[in-house]
């Protein structure tokens, strides 16, 4: 079993830079418009000829009310006829995406996010559940991970039965903060009973995984509300939890403006949630598994940190990572092989781009060598918590200490602050330093330095 983390004060302070999550590396600030349809579907193809396993992720952009926090790609609106236009586009894209696939690959892992996918009518989930089945070799044995984001305040068990009947075995339930105050800040009002009746549902309906999102640095949290948050939750037993840092970022995501600044926890109390947060976690029984995920010990993702074969992908930690990744929907990015490619933001292109029978690729990039090396060091990291230096060696014939000698002082520097521990044949990131292993990764990526580091959300 992987020791438990250490909180180190100082060492946070020292290492909790902004920089990526790293879901892929190179990450998706990297992308950029010389990627498009054709190279799409050539590595569609290339795919097909391999026969690679698939997971899918479909975007659905819709929700019926704002949470002012929220930094995703989203359509506010009461009006649920908006769905019938993109759903019948997301239609064509599934059809012309799904011909140049083998009918032989099978969907290991579809994951519903959004937006709020409920936002949908019963009869219009059946529907896009028909036409991805008809498309796509879903497998009907229940053997697949197949999940889907809910917002309790869009799901009762009707809802729960049918997502069942449809296939998901697995649920992410919307929580972020228990706290009145705190819900009434964020405009995102839930109740203790709505979360408890569709985690109930969901455990009767034998539905095989349930994770709850939280967020921490929300305004009007302090250390002591969000502890009792933290208790509520772990009485429901949650297989998996997100505890996601907010980020602020009112420059980039418009409604965040709508946050009073002046109620935001400081930097000392954020610090004093997350270290209360680990402690009544691990407490419970829950492992760190890292970069914000948490996990019972017989989870699937602990299991596979244990056994060193966890992966990272544009949906986080994953078991599946050696699937190709499709992404369907506004927005939505694909890993095919060495393409990253993400569709068209905007809504309305998104949806007139296939209106006129043409795939919405708007940008992405083509790994190249030194990318698939870097992204094979950072996934080890991040994941395994430790790189054997030979294993790499091997896999992509180079000297590791030769290809990476320029950055041995940073790491050796890490190293005397104990953060990780380094010698000739292996980094190991030690339990001060696992909350900061994003900071360990940094250091060999190779495009930070470009960056605008205001772009991504601090370590911590």
Same mark, same amino acid.
């Given at each position: 079993?992987?020791?438990?983390?250490?909180?180190?004060?100082?060492?946070?302070?020292?290492?909790?830079?902004?920089?990526?999550?790293?879901?892929?590396?190179?990450?998706?600030?990297?992308?950029?418009?010389?990627?498009?349809?054709?190279?799409? *579907?050539?590595?569609?193809?290339?795919?097909?000829?391999? #026969?690679?396993?698939?997971?899918?992720?479909?975007?659905?952009?819709?929700?019926?009310?704002?949470?002012?926090?929220?930094?995703?790609?989203?359509?506010?609106?009461?009006?649920?006829?908006?769905?019938?236009?993109?759903?019948?586009?997301?239609?064509?894209?599934?059809?012309?995406?799904?011909?140049?696939?083998?009918?032989?690959?099978?969907?290991?892992?579809?994951?519903?996010?959004?937006?709020?996918?409920?936002?949908?009518?019963?009869?219009?989930?059946?529907?896009?559940?028909?036409?991805?089945?008809?498309?796509?070799?879903?497998?009907?044995?229940?053997?697949?991970?197949?999940?889907?984001?809910?917002?309790?305040?869009?799901?009762?068990?009707?809802?729960?039965?049918?997502?069942?009947?449809?296939?998901?075995?697995?649920?992410?339930?919307?929580?972020?903060?228990?706290?009145?105050?705190?819900?009434?800040?964020?405009?995102?009002?839930?109740?203790?009973?709505?979360?408890?009746?569709?985690?109930?549902?969901?455990?009767?309906?034998?539905?095989?995984?349930? $994770?709850?999102?939280?967020?921490?640095?929300?305004?009007?949290?302090?250390?002591?509300? *969000?502890?009792?948050?933290?208790?509520?939750?772990? $009485?429901?037993?949650?297989?998996?939890?997100?505890?996601?840092?907010?980020?602020?970022?009112?420059?980039?995501?418009?409604?965040?403006?709508?946050?009073? +600044?002046?109620?935001?926890?400081?930097?000392?109390?954020?610090?004093?949630?997350?270290?209360?947060?680990?402690?009544?976690?691990?407490?419970?029984?829950?492992? !760190?598994?890292?970069?914000?995920?948490?996990?019972?010990?017989?989870?699937?993702?602990?299991?596979?940190?244990?056994?060193?074969?966890?992966?990272?992908? *544009?949906?986080?930690?994953?078991?599946?990572?050696?699937?190709?990744?499709?992404?369907?929907?506004?927005?939505?990015? +694909?890993?095919?092989?060495?393409?990253?490619?993400?569709? $068209?933001?905007?809504?309305?292109?998104?949806?007139?781009?296939?209106?006129?029978?043409?795939?919405?690729?708007?940008?992405?990039?083509?790994?190249?060598?030194?990318?698939?090396?870097?992204?094979?060091?950072?996934?080890?990291?991040?994941?395994? *918590?430790?790189?054997?230096?030979?294993?790499?060696?091997?896999?992509?014939?180079?000297?590791?200490?030769? !290809?990476?000698?320029?950055?041995?002082?940073?790491?050796?520097?890490?190293?005397?602050?104990?953060?990780?521990? #380094?010698?000739?044949?292996?980094?190991?990131?030690?339990?001060?330093?696992?909350?900061?292993?994003?900071?360990?990764?940094?250091?060999?990526?190779?495009?930070?330095?470009?960056?605008?580091?205001?772009?991504? +959300?601090?370590?911590?």
């Amino acid at each position: 079993m992987l020791d438990a983390i250490r909180w180190d004060t100082d060492l946070i302070r020292r290492y909790d830079l902004a920089g990526p999550r790293y879901t892929s590396y190179p990450t998706a600030v990297q992308f950029d418009g010389h990627v498009g349809t054709f190279d799409l *579907f050539h590595a569609l193809r290339e795919s097909r000829k391999a #026969l690679r396993p698939l997971s899918l992720y479909v975007h659905v952009p819709f929700c019926a009310n704002i949470c002012y926090y929220c930094a995703c790609n989203k359509v506010i609106t009461k009006d649920r006829g908006r769905a019938l236009p993109y759903l019948q586009r997301l239609e064509q894209e599934i059809q012309l995406i799904a011909c140049h696939l083998d009918p032989a690959q099978k969907v290991e892992q579809l994951h519903f996010g959004g937006g709020t996918p409920t936002f949908l009518s019963h009869d219009e989930l059946r529907q896009l559940m028909a036409t991805l089945r008809k498309h796509f070799n879903l497998l009907d044995d229940d053997s697949g991970d197949y999940g889907i984001e809910i917002d309790p305040r869009e799901a009762d068990w009707s809802t729960m039965g049918l997502l069942r009947e449809l296939g998901f075995n697995r649920v992410s339930i919307g929580l972020q903060d228990l706290d009145p105050a705190v819900q009434r800040a964020v405009n995102r009002l839930q109740s203790l009973e709505e979360t408890r009746a569709v985690i109930d549902a969901a455990r009767t309906l034998q539905f095989r995984s349930i $994770n709850i999102d939280l967020i921490y640095g929300l305004p009007r949290q302090t250390p002591e509300n *969000f502890a009792r948050t933290i208790d509520e939750v772990i $009485n429901l037993q949650p297989d998996r939890l997100s505890v996601f840092n907010y980020a602020h970022l009112p420059e980039r995501f418009m409604p965040q403006r709508r946050i009073n +600044s002046e109620e935001l926890p400081t930097p000392a109390q954020k610090l004093e949630m997350l270290q209360g947060t680990i402690e009544q976690l691990t407490a419970a029984g829950y492992r !760190y598994i890292g970069m914000d995920h948490f996990a019972l010990p017989d989870d699937e993702l602990a299991i596979a940190q244990e056994e060193s074969t966890l992966q990272r992908n *544009f949906q986080g930690y994953t078991t599946h990572g050696h699937c190709d990744l499709i992404g369907l929907g506004v927005s939505a990015i +694909s890993q095919i092989g060495d393409l990253y490619c993400q569709n $068209n933001s905007d809504l309305n292109q998104y949806q007139n781009t296939l209106a006129s029978a043409q795939l919405a690729t708007s940008s992405g990039l083509l790994c190249n060598a030194d990318d698939r090396l870097r992204r094979a060091v950072i996934q080890q990291l991040i994941c395994n *918590f430790s790189l054997e230096f030979a294993q790499i060696e091997q896999a992509f014939n180079i000297d590791f200490q030769g !290809y990476f000698g320029d950055l041995w002082p940073q790491l050796q520097s890490m190293a005397d602050d104990g953060l990780i521990t #380094l010698d000739n044949e292996r980094i190991t990131v030690l339990p001060a330093g696992r909350l900061l292993v994003r900071s360990v990764c940094m250091v060999f990526d190779a495009y930070l330095e470009q960056q605008n580091r205001q772009r991504f +959300s601090r370590v911590i």
